[in-house]
């Protein structure tokens, strides 16, 4: 068979030429070929500029003595080339210095800590390692000469453990110093904890009784703080302290405490369904002792003392109301913007951030309701997905006081009802809508006597299931007295009503009223409201009397509310008044 055409431009690349150089290659050819560079070293082969290079970069005499000298010029060169750019080894460690003590003295977080060690460590590297690189050269340039004609190292004195130049210890501590730094930032990227968990202590103690108070007359406990309850457990959660802790409250004792060293407590808030805490930390500046941001959230399981999540939260205020935040099928964070997260896992969900001011209502269902006020449109109610973050609803009452001044904020009031309805309601009217889709289920006035004084509960009723339960005015046919009343939200009628005996009795000032296990508790006075007289106990069904107690308060004169009845106790707080004594939270009980 004839053989197969071969064309020219399909012959390989002959063996016998230099194979192609790269970009990189060709780039490093034109560096040694640069017209700065020592003749001697210009005019080298390849193979032999390589090994210059290398004695060069490992400060070690080349193996051929044939190019002693061109390696003698190559290493003047790189220290000509030193002292003419030695500002670069002298301004910018001052500069990173200088950085470095602004940045600390701004702030001292781990991690800005962390970043400050490391541009100090950088900065006595850099010239360290100019002084270092020098010496070897000299060092190279001393063992070049010291060898004999055939190349051999002339004899000389036996060596001896040489002690690391000052170069190679301030190199040594440069590397330590960013090593240091940069494990400061890991363990803060990792969220090192900065809190220390005591606890539990025993088993998880039980409710003051199985069945709600009937004769909340006994002082089962009080506290010099604030408490929230939670079966067995009164938990000190105090404004800007340093820790938490779970006390029993029979017997006495702690059964955790969570403390922090370098955060203070903004605000807590505790779902009794899940038994999760939620807990608002700001960080604290240990040279102007104030708080600062970013703020964190923090989820505890009650029963356990555990720490769930922790989640930094993103603002430019460590300002936050206290009892603004709001955990439930959603944690609610009113912290600039409202920030809502996952209440299983800390994630975030969505964050709100308009500009407004916002107060969470509260979850109900799958839906967030916000009280929202921008400026132009007045007090507005929300509806939002509690998932994804989604309007669902707004509305606005400001017809409810048609005409009058401050109709755009009127001070409306939300609560929650059973199947999943919202209640919005003032002195005057109330209304029920639907929590998802924001449609109006039933809206009426309040009821007013002849004379137009309202009859309604006001700011002081509360919601349990279908039924409204406040203080009301008890109409004639005697006498017009107050007492309380049962509701339906929907329509508006009134289920029953209960007079309190006494001629001149009242409700206390401060949220006089619970409902909770077929149960409403009120707290009425004899004084206008100021001190509490008197516990009274009404069938929530059917307004039937169950017990009037008149409690043996340790402090009778300050103005308790109700804060809670659940777990067989009734809880009163007094939040009105500043106080130090050991009475701000009282639970009162059957025995």
Excluded at 130 to 135: G, H, I, L
């Amino acid at each position: 068979m004839p053989e197969p055409a071969v064309h020219p431009e399909q012959h390989s690349t002959s063996p016998s030429s230099p194979p192609p150089r790269g970009p990189l290659r060709r780039l490093g050819d034109r560096r040694w070929q640069s017209r700065g560079l020592p003749e001697s070293v210009r005019r080298l082969p390849i193979a032999e500029r390589a090994a210059v290079a290398r004695a060069i970069r490992r400060c070690v005499p080349p193996s051929n003595p044939a190019l002693d000298e061109p390696t003698l010029a190559f290493g003047r060169y790189v220290r000509d080339q030193m002292r003419r750019y030695a500002w670069l080894y002298r301004w910018p460690p001052v500069a990173l210095v200088a950085i470095s003590a602004a940045t600390l003295a701004a702030t001292r977080t781990e991690r800005i800590v962390g970043t400050t060690i490391v541009l100090i460590g950088v900065a006595v590297l850099s010239p360290a390692s100019a002084a270092r690189r020098r010496e070897r050269l000299q060092r190279l340039e001393s063992a070049i000469r010291a060898r004999g004609q055939d190349g051999t190292p002339e004899p000389g004195p036996r060596r001896r453990l040489r002690v690391p130049s000052p170069a190679t210890a301030a190199i040594a501590a440069g590397m330590l110093l960013v090593a240091s730094g940069l494990w400061l930032q890991w363990a803060a990227h990792h969220h090192r904890n900065d809190w220390t968990i005591d606890g539990p202590h025993g088993a998880f103690p039980e409710a003051i009784a199985a069945q709600p108070a009937q004769h909340p007359q006994k002082v089962v406990a009080s506290y010099p703080y604030t408490a929230l309850t939670y079966g067995g457990l009164a938990i000190e959660a105090a404004w800007n302290s340093g820790s938490v802790t779970a006390h029993r409250i029979r017997p006495a004792a702690t059964y955790w405490r969570l403390a922090r060293r370098d955060h203070r407590l903004l605000d807590a808030d505790l779902d009794p369904a899940t038994g999760r805490l939620l807990l608002v930390w700001a960080h604290l500046d240990p040279d102007s002792d104030t708080t600062e941001v970013p703020l964190q959230a923090m989820a505890v399981d009650v029963r356990t003392g555990a720490i769930r999540w922790t989640r930094m939260i993103s603002t430019h205020s460590d300002v936050l109301d206290r009892g603004s935040t709001v955990i439930g099928r959603a944690a609610l964070i009113p912290a600039e913007a409202v920030t809502v997260l996952d209440p299983a896992t800390g994630h975030r969900r969505w964050r709100l951030h308009d500009g407004c001011d916002e107060a969470p209502g509260g979850t109900l269902g799958g839906t967030v309701i916000l009280r929202h006020e921008c400026p132009g449109t007045g007090l507005l109610v929300e509806g939002y997905d509690a998932a994804t973050g989604h309007l669902l609803w707004s509305m606005n009452f400001a017809s409810w006081w048609p005409g009058r001044e401050h109709a755009a904020v009127l001070p409306v009031r939300v609560g929650g009802l059973g199947r999943n309805r919202v209640v919005v309601w003032t002195l005057e009217r109330e209304a029920v809508y639907d929590a998802t889709t924001g449609a109006e289920i039933g809206e009426h006035r309040q009821p007013v006597d002849a004379d137009g004084k309202v009859l309604g509960a006001g700011e002081n009723k509360v919601f349990d299931g279908e039924t409204g339960y406040g203080p009301c005015w008890i109409t004639p046919p005697r006498d017009l007295r107050k007492g309380i009343c049962a509701t339906d939200p929907v329509t508006g009628r009134r289920l029953w009503s209960f007079r309190f005996p006494g001629a001149e009795e009242t409700t206390q000032l401060s949220s006089p009223m619970a409902v909770a296990d077929g149960r409403v508790y009120t707290l009425t006075s004899d004084h206008g409201g100021e001190i509490v007289d008197h516990v009274n106990v009404n069938d929530a069904r059917t307004g039937a009397l169950l017990a009037r107690v008149s409690p043996a308060f340790p402090r009778p004169d300050h103005m308790y509310g109700i804060r809670t009845a659940a777990a067989g106790a009734l809880v009163l707080t007094d939040e009105l008044v500043p106080t130090q004594t050991s009475n701000k939270t009282v639970v009162l009980g059957d025995g």
